[in-house]
């Protein structure tokens, strides 16, 4: 009589999903010991629905405070769950303002954090009296008008690859202090007198979005004259820039795996986990 076959062990996969959430009552991304966080609130209901302990791979980090639309967050399970049923499945156990709305799988070892090429943030400034649906993802300036088109010519200033260093709070600690921002678009006001500033950049210093906001703001305001960026950005100096604008008015729109350089990474040709291509079917970045 033959001698049963051990069991096979499960394969280990790694799933991908794009997580949603309010920031006004996080404490960022990041968890903290006694802190209310995404990745806390996020990695209990992984493990509730898969039964294990999991670590979870985000794309980036956001502060206390800020929104995301979306951002790419790997985990590993040997759990067959259908990659679809991750999301009801883990929406059951997660708080109204955090969410999962995609969720696929990937190959083993994809990590979005490496495979990111770009990624692009809207901040929102709200113009005119306080409103009540805008109130937690715009910063109010308590102002009727911006000089929008001064905030434009600005924004030309930030272009390109530069040295940001007057451009970060003082507690980042990125070991170079250079980006490339690929656009910087100051758009509206819409008919609630929302103005976004929406820019796409290879990588972030901290604080780096919201002091780009407090910079510009300035210029709509007629404080300074569109060059004065300019100088401020040549003289790397973070005193000279504008404030540091509220946290509520940033939101992490989209993580980019392709259609920008890969400026300052290694070349790797992985499939494109989002924008709509199967990983079958998706480029690699370039």
């Known amino acids: 009589m033959d001698e049963a076959s051990p069991e096979a062990t499960p394969p280990v996969r790694n799933i991908l999903v794009l997580a949603q959430w309010d920031g006004t009552d996080f404490c960022g991304w990041q968890q903290q010991a006694g802190a209310r966080t995404v990745q806390r609130e996020l990695t209990a209901a992984v493990e509730r629905m898969v039964h294990h302990p999991v670590t979870l791979f985000a794309s980036s980090r956001t502060d206390s405070g800020v929104h995301s639309e979306g951002m790419p967050v790997n985990f590993e399970t040997t759990r ?48 005119g009296p306080r409103r009540a649906l805008t109130d937690r993802f715009a910063w109010a300036v308590k102002r009727d008008r911006l000089d929008l088109d001064a905030m434009r010519e600005a924004a030309t200033h930030l272009l390109g690859e530069h040295d940001f260093a007057a451009f970060r ?118």
């Open 80 to 127: 067959a769950i259908p990659a679809d049923n991750f999301i009801n499945g883990l929406n059951t156990f997660l708080p109204t303002d955090l969410s999962v709305v995609e969720a696929r799988e990937l190959p083993f070892g994809w990590r979005s954090r490496e495979m990111a090429v770009a990624k692009t943030y809207t901040y929102r400034v709200q113009l």
């Open 169 to 286: 709070s003082a507690q980042c600690d990125a070991h170079t202090t250079r980006r490339h921002l690929h656009s910087l678009d100051v758009l509206g006001p819409d008919a609630s007198g929302l103005i976004s500033l929406v820019v796409t950049g290879n990588a972030f210093l901290r604080n780096m979005v919201r002091i780009l906001a407090g910079t510009l703001v300035e210029v709509g305001l007629l404080r300074h004259p569109p060059s004065w960026v300019r100088d401020v950005r040549d003289g790397l100096d973070r005193t000279r820039s504008g404030m540091t604008a509220p946290s509520r008015g940033l939101t992490l729109t989209k993580v980019h795996f392709e259609g920008y350089p890969r400026l300052g990474k290694r070349a790797l040709a992985p499939p494109a986990p989002v924008d709509g291509e199967s990983p079958s079917e998706a480029r690699p970045s370039s």
